[in-house]
């Protein structure tokens, strides 16, 4: 039986107002999806609960046929998560946290080695491999957390704005990492502000406002979609942004 990469039903989460609200959402194995939305839109807690960092209050998901639920430890073990804000442990090395990761995902030893050679040389960092995380930059320690994340080969990558604090050169690193990854089979998610990411990158957008999804297609899908009384193609930045304001009219006249 073929599964998709994610399948989200119901999904809900409630702080002190709703953050997810009912989500439904599909995502197929080896695509390139972006999940964009406004801040507070949900996006972020989305993730969270597909990465198994926090408690849904009802719905359920499935990746690649493991329940998160039932089965938390099957869905962790084909999953990386790459937060924004990079979490990584100072004292070590890049090479020296890449054997750490590697050694709590019981990925073998001379598995782990080429495997970590090869990512620390495809993201710039090998002339760094045996120096302490501690004096890193933002960007570089971004690139550590990456590293991390691909060192037990995951089949889902889930990245919350994955190019904050990098430079040119190194986002373009980490772009074509990306894609060469969805080239080889496996299924991404990000979330970005950069719409010009999204529209270049993805194979399917979707838009999430109010903890709920307002939209979903191919770029082409959602232009083709949005441009009713409209002249010329639109940008995926004029697409946002009108999709956004019509859900929020929307909500707002179902609260008066």
Sequence with gaps: MTHSA???????????????????????????YALLGPNGAGKTTTLKMVAGLLQADKGDIHIFGHNAKTDP?????????????????????????????AGLWEVPGDLAAKRAEEILDTLGLEPHAHERCEGFSKGMRQKVA??????????????????????????RMVKDVLLKRVDDGCT????????????RMAQRIGVIAEGRLVCEGTLAELRA????????EQSLEEIFLDVVDRSKEQNQEVAA
């Excluded at 989200?8 to 997810?20: D, F, G, Q």
């Excluded at 009912?22 to 080896?30: H, R």
């Excluded at 090395?93 to 990761?101: C, G, N």
Aim: proline share 6%.
């Design 188 to 199: 991404v998610i990000l979330t970005t502000h950069i719409l010009e990411v999204a529209e």
């Design 6 to 32: 994610l399948s989200i039903r119901n999904l809900s989460k409630t702080y002190t107002r709703p953050a997810v609200s009912d989500l439904n959402l599909e995502i197929k194995a080896g695509e390139f």
């Design 146 to 171: 990456l590293a991390g994340a691909l060192i037990h080969d995951p089949k889902l990558i889930i990245l919350d704005e994955p190019l904050t604090g990098l430079d040119a050169g190194s986002a």
């Design 225 to 232: 979609a949005n441009t009713t009384g409209k002249s010329g």
């Design 73 to 101: 430890l099957g869905a962790k073990q084909i999953t990386a998560w790459v937060p924004d804000e990079p979490m990584i442990y100072d004292r070590l090395t890049p090479l020296e946290y890449l054997e750490f990761v």
